[in-house]
């Protein structure tokens, strides 16, 4: 009993935690519109893609998420326009959120197919916070039959730098520091914060048939350490991936995506954790699945494969 008075109590702890530093999927090379606006319709054609991430398997509570985007650039404009939804869930806290995009591109270069985008976004974010959940031993106590719901509205902005073999980006996808959490009680509260990111990666052809991209996201949270990935990906006839990512104090990551045709892809992350959670999970599985489609009236035509 009092271990698992325990684990719920760390469940409500990492609840607030992860109100304060929002989840990182281990795939987003493969969804940009995740953590920058501005890639918002970067390819004309409709790109529709959704990633569920289950982390650290086995362990009571842990998170779960679920995240869904679709955009879309048009024929004869420079606009884009985008979606970005998600389902975040600890323990007894869940979140909603929901986001609309828009890009604007600027073509610097036509022979090495140079752009800078400028994106915002703009939307809310749904918390609920189910204490009744907690299962107390005494059950009369009016704490725990608290459902505490809170609604905020946030924006973001960035820029995008693209070309046939390099990508650049800085974003604030959330600007605000909103407070989603307040219990008097706790003498406790939750915000979220204002973060960054900055991203950048290049291909390099070894041969015909052989490709690697190189990429990084470093990350830094108002009141939270920084954070960075390194990651390396080997693509082999344009079809088919492999790959490595190392996460800083967190995990080693191996990476795999197959292009099945030219409209479907699919990809698969698994995350060997090295912190201290290492010793109560057995991992983090994600995957990956994203429909691309030319639509004749607004779109000029279908743009090759890109990873980025």
Avoid at 88 to 98: F, K, Q, T
Avoid at 109 to 136: A, R
């Amino acid at each position: 009993m009092i271990r698992i008075s325990i684990i719920f109590l760390l469940i409500s702890m990492l609840g607030q935690a992860y109100a304060q530093q929002r989840p990182m999927q281990s795939l987003y090379m493969f969804d940009p519109l995740l953590l920058n606006p501005a890639y918002a319709g970067n390819h004309v054609q409709l790109s529709a893609t959704a990633i569920y991430r289950n982390q650290w398997v086995n362990f009571p509570g842990a998170p779960r998420t679920l995240t869904a985007t679709v955009h879309s650039g048009f024929r004869g404009s420079r606009a884009g326009v985008g979606i970005i939804a998600g389902r975040d869930e600890i323990g007894i806290h869940g979140e909603n959120s929901l986001y609309l995009a828009y890009s604007y591109k600027i073509p610097l270069s036509k022979y090495s197919n140079t752009t800078l985008s400028f994106g915002l976004q703009g939307g809310f974010n749904d918390f609920k916070s189910d204490y009744g959940k907690l299962n107390p031993r005494n059950p009369t106590d009016p704490f725990f039959g608290v459902v505490d719901r809170t609604m905020t509205w946030n924006f973001g902005a960035g820029l995008y730098l693209r070309s046939d073999k390099y990508f650049v980006g800085f974003s604030v996808p959330y600007g605000l520091n909103n407070k989603v959490v307040d219990f008097e009680s706790l003498e406790s509260e939750a915000m979220q914060r204002r973060y960054f990111y900055l991203t950048g990666g290049f291909t390099k052809e070894l041969s015909k048939d052989v490709k690697l991209f190189p990429s990084t996201v470093i990350r830094f949270q108002e009141e939270a350490p920084l954070s960075f990935d390194l990651n390396l990906l080997t693509v082999l006839y344009d079809v088919v991936g492999f790959g490595v990512s190392y996460r800083l104090d967190d995990s080693v990551v191996g990476l795999f995506e197959l292009q099945i045709n030219e409209n479907f892809h699919v990809g698969y992350a698994y995350d060997f954790t090295t912190s201290d959670m290492a010793r109560f999970s057995n991992g983090t599985h994600e995957i990956m699945v994203n429909y691309r489609i030319k639509i004749n009236k607004i779109h000029k035509g279908l743009a090759c494969p890109s990873y980025w």
